[in-house]
C-alpha cells in the first residue's frame, strides 16, 4: 500500500478545515441527507463525507460505515485532496495504491472507490465519496452527478463556517447579558425550576450564575441526605475536593458546611489555614487552592436544613450585607429546586411502589416485564411469570387483625426477595398477591429452582409479636414468549395458573401450559422416586469390562449404575442422573456406588484378577462439597483392606474447568495415595489438552463419538490417532469408548491404543454374569 502523496500549500489548508469548526461534532441530519442521496443516485453500498486533517480521515457523515475516523495514511480520500481532483478506482486489488489497504484486506472490503475533493477557499479540506465492496465503472454522467451532489456538501461547510461565527456572537451577547443583568438569570432558574428541569441542571445553573457575575468567588451547593453531606454543584472546585467533602457528617465545628447544617446558621471562616473548624481538611483546602469559606443553610419548606450554599475565595476574605442577602437570595433558590425534587421524587415513589412493603407496584412492575420482554427478544431467551397468593391469608387477617396481616406481608416480601437472583424482580399487586418475574430463562431447570425457594422459604413459621403464624403460597407460572407475547396475557395466564396450584391443594406450583405442566410433574414424580430408590434396593450396577490391547485380557472395567423402577421398569442414566446431580442426591448415590463397587471388588481380585480395576463415575458435585468430602473414601478403602489401585475415579471436564483450589487439593490427594484419575469424554470439550498439564491424569477416554464413525479414510481416525500420540508422549493410558465393530477395533489397535472398552468387548454385564465373564476370559 502506498503512502497518499504529499499536499500542497497544507498549512493554509488545515487552518481553513480547523475555521470550519466541525471537525469532532455530532452526526447532523444535513449531511446525512447528502450521502444517503448520493449513495441512492449511484447504487453504491457505502457513502461519506469525510474530512482529512493533520494525521486523520473524520467522517461527518457515513452511511453503512461503523467507524468515525481512520489514519490519514489509511485514507481512499487522502489521495483525492492530494490531486485535488475526482478520483475513480475501478478495481482496488488492481491498482497498487489501494490493493494493500486494511479496508480492502479486511472490512468493509472496498472494491471500488469514486471521490470528489470539497473545495473551500480555493483549499481542499475533505472529501464526498462513494464506495463498494465489487469492482465497477462509472460512466462520465456518474461522475458528474456525483461532482453536482460535492456542490451541495460545499454549501452545507460553508454554511457550517457561518454558523459557528454566529454561535460565538451569540456566546458572547449572553455573557454579556448575564453579566448586566442578573436578575435576569435569576429568572430563567426559576423557570427552569417550574418547568420541572432536572436538579443537576438547576443547581449548576445557580452556581454558574453567581460564578459569572462575580469571578472572584467559587460557589459550592450540598445537599443534606441522612445526617450527610452529598455533592450537589461545585463545578468549579477540583474533584478531588469534592469527591473528599461527600459523604462528611454534619456536626459543630465541622467544617463550614458541617457547621452550618448543624447549627442551622450561617457560618463565616475568613481563614481557613488558620480557622480550628477546618483543621482536618486544611491540607485538601491548600491543595484546593481555596482561603476562606462563606458557607448559608439552605431551608426547607418547614424550616430545616436540607443543605449548605457556600462561597469560597482563594484568599481571605469577609462578605460585606450585600453579598450576604445575595447569598440568602441564591440559597432560597436552590431551596426552591431541591423541595421541587423531593416532592417530585415523593410522588413518582407513591405512583410506582407499594407503601406497605416498599415493593414496585403495578405500574412499575408493568414497566419491568415490558423491558424483560425486550431483553427477551434481544438474547433469545424467555422471561418467567410468577404470580404468587398466600394460602388462607383471609383467616389470618379476620382472626389475629389486619396490622398483624400487614406484618405478615412485609415479611413475606422479604422472603421472596431472598429467594430470587439478582436481576430478578418482584411487585405487589394488592392484597396477598404478588407478581415475579425471572429474566434470562434457558430451561425449566432454573424456575424451579427459584419455585422450590419461595414455597419453602413462605412456609417456614412466622414469629409475629410472639404470635406463631403460618401459611404457604399458590403459584403460576407463564412463559414469554412460548405463552403470550403482551404483558397483560401474561399476567392472565399466570393468575389461570395460580388457581390451577390452589385447587391442586395449595402450597405448590402450576405451569399454565399443559405440555410444560405435564413435563414439570414428571421430573418431580422421578426426583421423589429417586429418593427411595437407594433405600428400596431399586439401585443397581452394571460392570462393562475393558480389555488390553496387548495382553487381550480384561484388567478393568467401568462401574455403571442403573434404576429398575418397580413401575416404570428400567429408567435410563441420562433421565435420572441430571435429576441427582439438580437435587444434591448425586452425592448420596455416588457414596453408594463406592461402597458397591468396594464390596465387590476385592473378591473379584482374590478369585479371577488380582490386577482388576473397577472405575466410578463422579461427580463434580461431590468435589466441592465441604461438609461430605469425596476423600473419606480414601479412610474406607483403609479400612476395608483394599487397595487404592482397585480403584480409578472418572471425572469431567466441566470439573476441571470450575476446579478451584480444593478440588485440585483433593484430586491430589487421590493422586497421591494411588487411585487413578480418568479423564472422561476425551476431545469433546474446550481446551482439554491444558488440564492434561495442570490436573493429574493416569488415563483418558477417548469419546465414543470419534470412535463411532471411524473410518479409515476419514477425520475421526485422525484425531484419534493425534489423542493416542499426544498421551503417549505424556505418559497418559488411553483408553478407546465405543468400540462396536472388529474394524474399529483393529484400527485402534493398529494405532498403539491401549485399552478398548464397548459392546464388541461386551455389554455392560450384571455382577454375576460379570463374574461369569472373569472366570472365561
Same mark, same amino acid.
Given at each position: 500500500?502506498?503512502?497518499?502523496?504529499?499536499?500542497?500549500?497544507?498549512?493554509?489548508?488545515?487552518?481553513?478545515?480547523?475555521?470550519?469548526?466541525?471537525?469532532?461534532?455530532?452526526?447532523?441530519?444535513?449531511?446525512?441527507?447528502?450521502?444517503?442521496?448520493?449513495?441512492?443516485?449511484?447504487?453504491?453500498?457505502?457513502?461519506?463525507?469525510?474530512?482529512?486533517?493533520?494525521?486523520?480521515?473524520?467522517?461527518?457523515?457515513?452511511?453503512?460505515?461503523?467507524?468515525?475516523?481512520?489514519?490519514?495514511?489509511?485514507?481512499?480520500?487522502?489521495?483525492?485532496?492530494?490531486?485535488?481532483?475526482?478520483?475513480?478506482?475501478?478495481?482496488?486489488?488492481?491498482?497498487?495504491?489501494?490493493?494493500?489497504?486494511?479496508?480492502?484486506?479486511?472490512?468493509?472490503?472496498?472494491?471500488?472507490?469514486?471521490?470528489?475533493?470539497?473545495?473551500?477557499?480555493?483549499?481542499?479540506?475533505?472529501?464526498?465519496?462513494?464506495?463498494?465492496?465489487?469492482?465497477?465503472?462509472?460512466?462520465?454522467?456518474?461522475?458528474?452527478?456525483?461532482?453536482?451532489?460535492?456542490?451541495?456538501?460545499?454549501?452545507?461547510?460553508?454554511?457550517?463556517?457561518?454558523?459557528?461565527?454566529?454561535?460565538?456572537?451569540?456566546?458572547?451577547?449572553?455573557?454579556?447579558?448575564?453579566?448586566?443583568?442578573?436578575?435576569?438569570?435569576?429568572?430563567?432558574?426559576?423557570?427552569?425550576?417550574?418547568?420541572?428541569?432536572?436538579?443537576?441542571?438547576?443547581?449548576?445553573?445557580?452556581?454558574?450564575?453567581?460564578?459569572?457575575?462575580?469571578?472572584?468567588?467559587?460557589?459550592?451547593?450540598?445537599?443534606?441526605?441522612?445526617?450527610?453531606?452529598?455533592?450537589?454543584?461545585?463545578?468549579?472546585?477540583?474533584?478531588?475536593?469534592?469527591?473528599?467533602?461527600?459523604?462528611?457528617?454534619?456536626?459543630?465545628?465541622?467544617?463550614?458546611?458541617?457547621?452550618?447544617?448543624?447549627?442551622?446558621?450561617?457560618?463565616?471562616?475568613?481563614?481557613?489555614?488558620?480557622?480550628?473548624?477546618?483543621?482536618?481538611?486544611?491540607?485538601?483546602?491548600?491543595?484546593?487552592?481555596?482561603?476562606?469559606?462563606?458557607?448559608?443553610?439552605?431551608?426547607?419548606?418547614?424550616?430545616?436544613?436540607?443543605?449548605?450554599?457556600?462561597?469560597?475565595?482563594?484568599?481571605?476574605?469577609?462578605?460585606?450585607?450585600?453579598?450576604?442577602?445575595?447569598?440568602?437570595?441564591?440559597?432560597?433558590?436552590?431551596?426552591?429546586?431541591?423541595?421541587?425534587?423531593?416532592?417530585?421524587?415523593?410522588?413518582?415513589?407513591?405512583?410506582?411502589?407499594?407503601?406497605?412493603?416498599?415493593?414496585?407496584?403495578?405500574?412499575?412492575?408493568?414497566?419491568?416485564?415490558?423491558?424483560?420482554?425486550?431483553?427477551?427478544?434481544?438474547?433469545?431467551?424467555?422471561?418467567?411469570?410468577?404470580?404468587?397468593?398466600?394460602?388462607?391469608?383471609?383467616?389470618?387477617?379476620?382472626?389475629?387483625?389486619?396490622?398483624?396481616?400487614?406484618?405478615?406481608?412485609?415479611?413475606?416480601?422479604?422472603?421472596?426477595?431472598?429467594?430470587?437472583?439478582?436481576?430478578?424482580?418482584?411487585?405487589?399487586?394488592?392484597?396477598?398477591?404478588?407478581?415475579?418475574?425471572?429474566?434470562?430463562?434457558?430451561?425449566?431447570?432454573?424456575?424451579?429452582?427459584?419455585?422450590?425457594?419461595?414455597?419453602?422459604?413462605?412456609?417456614?413459621?412466622?414469629?409475629?409479636?410472639?404470635?406463631?403464624?403460618?401459611?404457604?403460597?399458590?403459584?403460576?407460572?407463564?412463559?414469554?414468549?412460548?405463552?403470550?407475547?403482551?404483558?397483560?396475557?401474561?399476567?392472565?395466564?399466570?393468575?389461570?395458573?395460580?388457581?390451577?396450584?390452589?385447587?391442586?391443594?395449595?402450597?405448590?406450583?402450576?405451569?399454565?401450559?399443559?405440555?410444560?405442566?405435564?413435563?414439570?410433574?414428571?421430573?418431580?414424580?422421578?426426583?421423589?422416586? %429417586?429418593?427411595?430408590? !437407594?433405600?428400596?434396593?431399586? #439401585?443397581?450396577? @452394571?460392570?462393562?469390562?475393558? =480389555?488390553?490391547? &496387548?495382553?487381550? /485380557?480384561?484388567?478393568?472395567?467401568?462401574?455403571?449404575?442403573?434404576?429398575?423402577?418397580?413401575?416404570?421398569?428400567?429408567?435410563?442414566?441420562?433421565?435420572?442422573?441430571?435429576?441427582?446431580?439438580?437435587?444434591?442426591?448425586?452425592?448420596?448415590?455416588?457414596?453408594?456406588?463406592?461402597?458397591?463397587?468396594?464390596?465387590?471388588?476385592?473378591?473379584?481380585?482374590?478369585?479371577?484378577?488380582?490386577?482388576?480395576?473397577?472405575?466410578?463415575?463422579?461427580?463434580?458435585?461431590?468435589?466441592?462439597?465441604?461438609?461430605?468430602?469425596?476423600?473419606?473414601?480414601?479412610?474406607?478403602? %483403609?479400612?476395608?483392606? !483394599?487397595?487404592?489401585?482397585? #480403584?480409578?475415579? @472418572?471425572?469431567?471436564?466441566? =470439573?476441571?474447568? &470450575?476446579?478451584? /483450589?480444593?478440588?485440585?487439593?483433593?484430586?491430589?490427594?487421590?493422586?497421591?495415595?494411588?487411585?487413578?484419575?480418568?479423564?472422561?469424554?476425551?476431545?469433546?470439550?474446550?481446551?482439554?489438552?491444558?488440564?492434561?498439564?495442570?490436573?493429574?491424569?493416569?488415563?483418558?477416554?477417548?469419546?465414543?463419538?470419534?470412535?463411532?464413525?471411524?473410518?479409515?479414510?476419514?477425520?475421526?481416525?485422525?484425531?484419534?490417532?493425534?489423542?493416542?500420540?499426544?498421551?503417549?508422549?505424556?505418559?497418559?493410558?488411553?483408553?478407546?469408548?465405543?468400540?462396536?465393530?472388529?474394524?474399529?477395533?483393529?484400527?485402534?489397535?493398529?494405532?498403539?491404543?491401549?485399552?478398548?472398552?464397548?459392546?464388541?468387548?461386551?455389554?455392560?454385564?450384571?455382577?454375576?454374569?460379570?463374574?461369569?465373564?472373569?472366570?472365561?476370559?
Amino acid at each position: 500500500m502506498r503512502a497518499p502523496p504529499p499536499i500542497t500549500n497544507e498549512r493554509e489548508r488545515i487552518r481553513t478545515l480547523k475555521r470550519l469548526d466541525i471537525l469532532d461534532t455530532p452526526p447532523e441530519e444535513r449531511f446525512d441527507r447528502i450521502t444517503r442521496l448520493v449513495c441512492s443516485i449511484l447504487d453504491c453500498n457505502f457513502s461519506s463525507i469525510s474530512l482529512i486533517d493533520e494525521y486523520r480521515q473524520w467522517f461527518k457523515s457515513a452511511i453503512n460505515l461503523d467507524i468515525s475516523e481512520t489514519s490519514r495514511e489509511d485514507a481512499f480520500c487522502a489521495h483525492t485532496v492530494a490531486q485535488q481532483t475526482t478520483l475513480i478506482v475501478p478495481d482496488t486489488l488492481e491498482d497498487t495504491r489501494f490493493k494493500n489497504n486494511p479496508f480492502v484486506q479486511g472490512r468493509p472490503h472496498i472494491r471500488f472507490y469514486a471521490g470528489v475533493p470539497l473545495v473551500i477557499d480555493g483549499f481542499a479540506v475533505g472529501t464526498l465519496c462513494v464506495f463498494d465492496d465489487k469492482p465497477r465503472t462509472f460512466s462520465s454522467k456518474q461522475i458528474s452527478e456525483l461532482e453536482s451532489v460535492a456542490k451541495i456538501a460545499e454549501a452545507e461547510l460553508h454554511k457550517q463556517e457561518y454558523n459557528a461565527l454566529s454561535n460565538q456572537l451569540e456566546e458572547y451577547q449572553l455573557r454579556l447579558a448575564q453579566t448586566q443583568k442578573i436578575t435576569r438569570v435569576r429568572s430563567a432558574i426559576l423557570e427552569r425550576v417550574v418547568n420541572a428541569e432536572s436538579l443537576y441542571t438547576v443547581l449548576h445553573d445557580i452556581v454558574y450564575a453567581i460564578e459569572t457575575e462575580y469571578p472572584e468567588q467559587i460557589c459550592s451547593i450540598l445537599l443534606l441526605e441522612d445526617g450527610k453531606l452529598r455533592k450537589g454543584a461545585a463545578p468549579s472546585l477540583p474533584d478531588f475536593y469534592n469527591d473528599a467533602i461527600d459523604g462528611v457528617e454534619v456536626g459543630v465545628g465541622v467544617g463550614s458546611c458541617g457547621n452550618t447544617a448543624a447549627i442551622n446558621a450561617p457560618t463565616i471562616v475568613e481563614d481557613i489555614s488558620t480557622h480550628p473548624f477546618w483543621e482536618p481538611w486544611r491540607e485538601l483546602a491548600a491543595r484546593a487552592g481555596v482561603g476562606s469559606c462563606w458557607s448559608q443553610p439552605i431551608h426547607g419548606a418547614n424550616g430545616g436544613v436540607i443543605g449548605s450554599f457556600a462561597i469560597y475565595h482563594k484568599g481571605k476574605a469577609v462578605p460585606t450585607a450585600d453579598k450576604m442577602v445575595l447569598i440568602e437570595q441564591f440559597a432560597h433558590i436552590a431551596s426552591i429546586a431541591i423541595e421541587r425534587e423531593k416532592a417530585s421524587q415523593l410522588i413518582w415513589r407513591q405512583a410506582n411502589f407499594d407503601a406497605l412493603t416498599g415493593l414496585p407496584n403495578r405500574n412499575l412492575m408493568l414497566e419491568h416485564l415490558q423491558l424483560a420482554m425486550s431483553s427477551s427478544e434481544r438474547d433469545e431467551d424467555k422471561v418467567a411469570v410468577i404470580f404468587l397468593d398466600l394460602d388462607n391469608f383471609k383467616d389470618i387477617n379476620d382472626t389475629l387483625g389486619h396490622d398483624m396481616g400487614d406484618k405478615l406481608l412485609i415479611e413475606c416480601s422479604a422472603r421472596i426477595k431472598q429467594c430470587l437472583r439478582a436481576d430478578d424482580t418482584v411487585s405487589r399487586l394488592g392484597g396477598d398477591e404478588f407478581v415475579i418475574i425471572l429474566n434470562g430463562i434457558k430451561s425449566l431447570n432454573s424456575i424451579e429452582h427459584v419455585v422450590e425457594k419461595l414455597l419453602g422459604s413462605i412456609n417456614e413459621p412466622y414469629v409475629l409479636e410472639y404470635e406463631r403464624v403460618h401459611t404457604s403460597a399458590s403459584l403460576g407460572i407463564t412463559l414469554y414468549p412460548d405463552d403470550a407475547n403482551d404483558a397483560k396475557s401474561l399476567i392472565k395466564n399466570a393468575d389461570q395458573a395460580m388457581y390451577g396450584a390452589k385447587n391442586q391443594g395449595k402450597n405448590s406450583y402450576q405451569y399454565y401450559t399443559q405440555d410444560m405442566q405435564s413435563s414439570a410433574i414428571k421430573r418431580i414424580t422421578l426426583l421423589n422416586d %429417586l429418593r427411595y430408590a !437407594i433405600n428400596n434396593n431399586e #439401585l443397581f450396577i @452394571e460392570y462393562q469390562p475393558i =480389555l488390553c490391547f &496387548e495382553t487381550r /485380557e480384561v484388567v478393568k472395567a467401568e462401574a455403571l449404575l442403573r434404576w429398575q423402577h418397580p413401575t416404570k421398569g428400567r429408567v435410563p442414566p441420562n433421565e435420572f442422573i441430571s435429576l441427582a446431580e439438580e437435587s444434591g442426591l448425586i452425592i448420596d448415590v455416588s457414596n453408594w456406588v463406592f461402597n458397591e463397587v468396594c464390596a465387590n471388588v476385592k473378591h473379584w481380585q482374590l478369585n479371577f484378577s488380582s490386577d482388576l480395576q473397577i472405575s466410578i463415575n463422579t461427580s463434580p458435585s461431590h468435589y466441592f462439597n465441604v461438609e461430605m468430602n469425596i476423600t473419606e473414601w480414601l479412610n474406607t478403602l %483403609l479400612k476395608k483392606g !483394599i487397595s487404592a489401585r482397585s #480403584l480409578m475415579l @472418572e471425572v469431567t471436564e466441566s =470439573l476441571l474447568m &470450575e476446579a478451584n /483450589e480444593m478440588v485440585t487439593k483433593k484430586l491430589f490427594q487421590f493422586r497421591q495415595a494411588g487411585v487413578d484419575i480418568a479423564l472422561d469424554d476425551f476431545g469433546t470439550g474446550f481446551s482439554s489438552i491444558s488440564y492434561l498439564k495442570k490436573f493429574p491424569t493416569d488415563i483418558i477416554k477417548i469419546d465414543r463419538s470419534f470412535v463411532k464413525s471411524m473410518t479409515d479414510v476419514n477425520n475421526d481416525k485422525v484425531l484419534c490417532e493425534a489423542i493416542i500420540v499426544m498421551a503417549k508422549k505424556l505418559g497418559i493410558k488411553v483408553v478407546a469408548e465405543g468400540v462396536e465393530t472388529r474394524e474399529q477395533f483393529e484400527i485402534l489397535k493398529g494405532m498403539g491404543c491401549d485399552y478398548a472398552q464397548g459392546f464388541f468387548i461386551a455389554k455392560p454385564l450384571g455382577k454375576s454374569d460379570f463374574e461369569a465373564f472373569l472366570a472365561k476370559h
